[in-house]
């Protein structure tokens, strides 16, 4: 079931736009902290990386 919305989310994400870079599917459990540090790293270090999210559609303009 997590797999399944994991993909309709990343579908989603690509209608509007965003790198699918932004968003990853990893797991671990609670005695894999080190594991999970790294990945988190890694996740946060890509989407520095993209730099700032433009999205198609944004609302930006509409309250501006």
Not at 49 to 58: V, Y
């Amino acid at each position: 079931k997590a797999l399944r919305r994991f993909r309709m989310f990343a579908k989603l994400l690509g209608q509007f736009g965003s790198a699918a870079q932004r968003f990853r599917r990893d797991g671990g459990g609670a005695g894999e902290a080190e594991r999970l540090q790294q990945i988190a790293n890694d996740l946060a270090a890509a989407v520095k990386a993209l730099g700032p999210l433009k999205l198609r559609g944004s609302v930006e303009s509409e309250v501006a």
